[in-house]
């Protein structure tokens, strides 16, 4: 894709200016050339005269783009880090490299549209002002291509890339785009850019024409020659007739530039897909229940404050993770491990309970150790802690280590029911989904509100079968569901 | 005063910013002088992007104060491992800035106060705006004895550097900013300007370290605020403008659309710490297991902040081969930061043969790699 270039006249050649018309092969768009007279005023001429050829040049001249003044008599700069590569097609104003001079960091941006054919300068690489920085080849089938001046002035760069200040921001747009909104009385400002930076491109201009009068106008006739438009695209009315016609629908090319990307899996992540695939090993079963909250609500709503005074904030996982702990006291086979053979169990003496978490960079587990000898509080100052470590990315390797049973609150994001995975080496995990008001029927045959949270067990089906897992969700079920309970085997 | 309505002046910065200054014409120059109320150093890196991407500077130039809460500022093109201590900075949750312009290392907070000043890229001068903060500062306590250097630094007392600066150059606009150092704390300053890395090899920016001292102990009435006030009315002097300043407010999207955008990606693992030139470690530490001292060598390439390559020697039979494999397998293409090696670690110990004690080897060796990063 090339983009509209204009070329400056010398002072000689009256006023002559050459448009050229962008033409890209995704968008079926015209292709031709048009000359039009303009006035001196239009254009500020500097004293410093381009030069150009008007002679055709075959396809593919390539310009060396030369390092420009930066300012203070700086003659060479760093080069520090390239943003293109030899190959990559380039537009007007696209940044191509940064380089560094005395604590200064310079961004260099392209003059032209064309492909990167060379990079005369390696990373930190010295650079001089005024030596060739990239050459870079424009299709001059097309038309000229101007020589340039050795030493810019930045005097020249603002006369070739004027800016409309409109609301505050720069629109841009190359002078020859300009031109063509001017000459349509459309106002730069209406126009919705689609180029890179919200540049406004001609087919930007021309895709606003068309939506106003639902064809592709020429432009209006104070140009010399008007361009002769493809039949396909020509409206049936002549060009001067500006009575509104029925529109006919134009075929607009949907432009969308998105496109598919690729990324590596690498570090933890990659470590994630191991441990997940190895967990895929483990027959899984299943079982859900859902649990009476009200009172432990309650409870909460007591402890709450007493805690807060102590500095902790209590939640209701401490309440969940010791009835867990008290649970596996019963079932101890839900907090033990498989060895890789299946040959033996081991039954692990802490319950190191696991608490997943979902930090920036995925879904971490760190585990509160040795519930059995905590109390709620503890637990409850203990989560505390790891979780403002897992927010600030600080958690540490014996945080991370040594758990020997999962439980995943899921519910504070949303769900009911889930699936969820083993984590291996344990055996059991557990899923609690959201708190929900249901009616529900009491003793008494009465409806009455309740605060019900799902759970949904997984367990390693070699070891655990059905009535093991159901027994541990009743006894942890019973324990929540009348908190009182807890008092009576609390250690 | 200062501090003016702020209300009032958000509603005037929009229009400022809207409307060109037709009035100003010929060569002498509008001038606007803003204020930030944040002091957050994203947001605060953040209106100077917008600024340089967005405000048309031909007929007015623009001086943006600001202060920030206590961070790290690197250069763009600086390594953060080579320039400070990270692991410090963790602790005491200082955060770790990368500005798009050139320079070295600088350390913020309440105490220090900082100057950006926006021309295009004709007028770029930075000699000029030192001279005027100079200046300035003679006027507010004429018997400090402050100079500007050919490498563009304050001194006070011919020794003792107060200011820093940097600058960026765009296609049509530039800026030079510079620090001036009031009442900052100067032993964190030191203390978090030492990197504790060793074995680091690197084409970066190297910062060059200097004595520093504070306005506030040449004279103990200066406060950050009469600074900002004196370079304030210099610049409105110099430029015949009123001397007015206007709050901005670096959240406020209707003023400055798009601003939250660059708040973000300033903020972005791979602004801070992926556009770390190239570089090398080869170092070595010493592990302490039980009663054996062991030797551990670490060569590693990391390029755009990630592990391009990785090699750990531990001896062979302490931990197996395999494992050390599996480890340096994972940390290849893994980014170089310490949650990142944690979690990975301990993520592969679940798929690792169940020993406690070679798990107590794992752990012993990660906790040590975390202490490269």
Redesign the interface.
């Known amino acids: 894709a090339f983009s509209v270039r204009e070329a400056r006249a010398s002072a000689r050649t009256a006023g002559v200016c050459v448009h050229h018309v962008r033409s890209c092969s995704s968008i079926q768009f015209i292709k031709s050339k048009y000359v039009c007279l303009f006035d001196k005023s239009a254009l500020k001429f500097s004293h410093q005269q381009r030069l150009f050829r008007t002679s055709a040049v075959s396809c593919g001249q390539i310009v060396q783009f030369k390092l420009s003044d930066?300012?203070?008599g700086i003659t060479e700069v760093t080069v520090?880090?390239w943003y293109i590569k030899e190959g990559d097609s380039v537009s007007q104003?696209d940044s191509i490299c940064?380089v560094?001079?005395?604590?200064?960091?310079?961004?260099i941006?392209s003059r032209y549209d064309g492909i990167i054919r060379k990079l005369h300068y390696n990373?930190?690489e010295i650079a001089y002002v005024g030596k060739p920085l990239v050459d870079i080849e424009i299709d001059a089938s097309k038309g000229v291509a101007p020589e340039e001046d050795v030493v810019e002035t930045?005097?020249m760069?603002?006369e070739e890339?004027t800016?409309q200040?409109i609301?505050?921001?720069?629109t841009l747009a190359t002078p020859a785009v300009r031109r063509l909104a001017m000459e349509n009385n459309i106002k730069l400002s209406e126009v919705v850019g689609t180029g890179k930076d919200n540049r406004i491109l001609k087919e930007d201009i021309l895709n606003y024409l068309a939506k106003q009068t639902g064809a592709i106008l020429p432009p209006s006739p104070k140009a010399e020659i008007i361009p002769p438009l493809p039949k396909s695209e020509t409206v049936p009315a002549a060009p001067k007739d500006k009575a509104r016609k029925i529109p006919v629908p134009v075929s607009r090319p949907i432009a969308f530039s998105g496109k598919d990307k690729t990324e590596?899996i690498?570090?933890?992540h990659?470590?994630?897909v191991?441990?997940m695939s190895?967990a895929l090993k483990i027959p899984h079963f299943g079982y859900c229940d859902e649990i009476d909250l009200t009172q432990l609500i309650q409870l909460r709503e007591e402890l709450k404050p007493l805690a807060q005074t102590r500095g902790v904030k209590l939640s209701f996982m401490p309440f969940f993770i010791k009835a867990a702990s008290l649970g596996l006291l019963q079932y101890p086979i839900l907090n033990a491990?498989l060895?890789?053979s299946c040959q033996n169990i081991?039954y692990k003496a802490s319950h190191n309970i696991g608490v997943a978490m979902d930090t920036e960079?995925g879904l971490?587990v760190p585990n509160v150790k040795n519930v059995q000898v905590c109390s709620v509080f503890e637990i409850a100052s203990e989560l505390n802690r790891l979780q403002s470590l897992g927010s600030?990315?600080?958690?540490?390797?014996?945080d991370?280590?040594?758990g020997t049973f999962t439980l995943s609150n899921i519910g504070t994001i949303g769900g009911t029911y889930t699936k969820p995975v083993i984590?291996?080496?344990e055996v059991a995990i557990g899923a609690l989904g959201k708190i929900q008001v249901l009616p529900r029927f009491n003793g008494k045959g009465e409806v009455f509100k309740a605060q019900i949270m799902n759970v949904s067990w997984s367990a390693d089906h070699r070891i655990i079968d059905g009535a093991t897992m159901a027994r541990f969700s009743n006894l942890w079920k019973s324990y929540l569901e009348n908190p009182a309970s807890m008092l009576l085997d609390l250690k | 005063m200062v501090l003016q309505s702020s209300l009032k002046n958000c509603f005037q910065l929009s229009c400022v910013l809207r409307t060109p200054r037709a009035g100003f014409k010929g060569t002498s120059n509008g001038g606007l002088i803003l204020q930030s109320v944040s002091n957050d150093v994203y947001q605060n890196l953040a209106v100077e992007d917008w600024i340089h991407d967005h405000m048309n500077l031909e007929n007015q130039q623009v001086l943006f104060l600001w202060r920030n809460s206590p961070a790290v500022v690197i250069g763009r093109h600086q390594n953060p491992w080579q320039e400070c201590n990270l692991k410090l900075m963790r602790q005491k949750s200082i955060k770790l800035a990368r500005r798009r312009s050139g320079g070295g290392t600088v350390y913020h907070d309440l105490g220090n106060i900082n100057l950006t000043f926006f021309t295009t890229r004709k007028k770029y001068e930075r000699m000029e705006n030192l001279k005027l903060v100079v200046k300035a500062l003679k006027a507010l306590c004429p018997q400090l004895d402050v100079h500007v250097t050919d490498r563009y630094d304050i001194l006070l007392d011919r020794h003792y550097k107060i200011s820093g600066t940097a600058a960026k150059l765009g296609r049509t606009t530039a800026y030079h900013h510079c620090t001036l150092l009031c009442n900052a704390d100067k032993f964190v300053l030191s203390s978090v300007l030492k990197s504790p890395y060793k074995g680091l090899k690197s084409n970066a920016t190297p910062s060059v370290p200097s004595s520093v001292k504070n306005l506030f102990e040449e004279d103990p009435a200066l406060t950050c605020e009469m600074l900002l006030e004196a370079i304030a009315a210099e610049y409105a002097m110099r430029h015949q403008i009123d001397h007015h300043i206007t709050l901005i407010n670096p959240a406020d999207e209707t003023v400055l659309p798009g601003i939250n955008n660059k708040t973000q990606e300033l903020q972005t693992w791979e602004w801070v710490y992926g556009k770390t030139p190239k570089f090398s470690i080869s170092t070595y530490f010493n592990m302490v297991y039980k009663d054996s001292v062991l030797d551990v060598k670490v060569d590693m390439d990391v390029k755009h902040g990630r592990i391009e390559v990785c090699n750990i020697d531990v001896p062979e039979q302490w931990l197996p081969p395999a494992l050390c494999n599996e480890l340096v397998k994972n940390l290849t293409g893994s980014k170089f930061s310490p949650n990142e090696i944690t979690t990975l670690a301990t993520t592969l110990l679940r798929t690792c043969p169940q020993d406690d004690e070679l798990h107590n080897k794992w752990n012993l060796l990660c906790e040590n790699m975390r202490m490269l990063m």
């Open positions: 930066i300012g203070e520090k880090e104003f940064e560094q001079s005395d604590k200064a960091s310079v961004t941006t990373l930190d930045p005097a760069s603002h890339h800016h200040e609301k505050g921001h720069k590596a690498t570090g933890f990659k470590a994630m191991k441990t190895a491990s060895d890789e081991t960079q971490i600030a990315g600080q958690l540490g390797t014996n991370l280590t040594g984590l291996p080496p």
